[in-house]
C-alpha cells in the first residue's frame, strides 16, 4: 500500500512481537532514513507482494546491471564489462524489472534504489 495514501485508505493495526524486535526495526529504519512504519511496510511488502511481482531478491549480477544503467553507461559498456553479450544485459535488466514489479526500466532503476538495491545519484556539484 502506498505511503502516501489519505489516513482514511490506510489500515492501522496495533502488532505484538517478541521483546527486543521492536528496536531492531527501529535501528534498521534509521539507517535507511525510513519511519518504523515505512520500514515494516517495506519489508511486508517484499513478503506479500502484488499479484505478478516475484519474490525473488535479485542476483548480484541483475544488480550490477541495474547500477550501471542506471549511473548512464550504455548497454554496449555494461556487456563489456560483465563479459556478456548486449542480449545478456537486457535479458539482465527485464527480470530485474519484473522481480522488481516495475512498469519499465527507469520505474526498476527507481524502485531498486528506493529499496537500497542499488545507489541513487547524488547531488550535483
Same mark, same amino acid.
Given at each position: *500500500?502506498?505511503?502516501?495514501?489519505?489516513?482514511?485508505?490506510?489500515?492501522?493495526?496495533?502488532?505484538? *512481537?517478541?521483546?527486543?524486535?521492536?528496536?531492531?526495526?527501529?535501528?534498521?529504519?534509521?539507517?535507511?532514513?525510513?519511519?518504523?512504519?515505512?520500514?515494516?511496510?517495506?519489508?511486508?511488502?517484499?513478503?506479500?507482494?502484488?499479484?505478478?511481482?516475484?519474490?525473488?531478491?535479485?542476483?548480484?549480477?541483475?544488480?550490477?546491471?541495474?547500477?550501471?544503467?542506471?549511473?548512464?553507461?550504455?548497454?554496449?559498456?555494461?556487456?563489456?564489462?560483465?563479459?556478456?553479450?548486449?542480449?545478456?544485459?537486457?535479458?539482465?535488466?527485464? /527480470?530485474?524489472?519484473?522481480?522488481?514489479?516495475?512498469?519499465?526500466?527507469?520505474?526498476?532503476? /527507481?524502485?531498486?534504489?528506493?529499496?537500497?538495491?542499488?545507489?541513487?545519484?547524488?547531488?550535483?556539484?
Amino acid at each position: *500500500m502506498p505511503m502516501d495514501l489519505p489516513f482514511e485508505e490506510k489500515s492501522v493495526f496495533i502488532v505484538q *512481537m517478541p521483546q527486543g524486535l521492536r528496536d531492531r526495526i527501529k535501528a534498521a529504519a534509521t539507517r535507511n532514513g525510513r519511519s518504523l512504519n515505512a520500514e515494516l511496510v517495506v519489508h511486508l511488502e517484499r513478503i506479500f507482494p502484488e499479484a505478478g511481482r516475484s519474490t525473488a531478491p535479485l542476483t548480484a549480477l541483475e544488480v550490477k546491471t541495474l547500477e550501471m544503467l542506471g549511473a548512464g553507461q550504455p548497454i554496449e559498456a555494461v556487456a563489456h564489462e560483465c563479459c556478456v553479450t548486449e542480449r545478456e544485459v537486457k535479458a539482465r535488466a527485464l /527480470v530485474a524489472k519484473e522481480k522488481l514489479g516495475a512498469r519499465n526500466l527507469a520505474h526498476a532503476l /527507481v524502485l531498486a534504489v528506493s529499496q537500497h538495491l542499488i545507489a541513487g545519484a547524488g547531488p550535483e556539484e
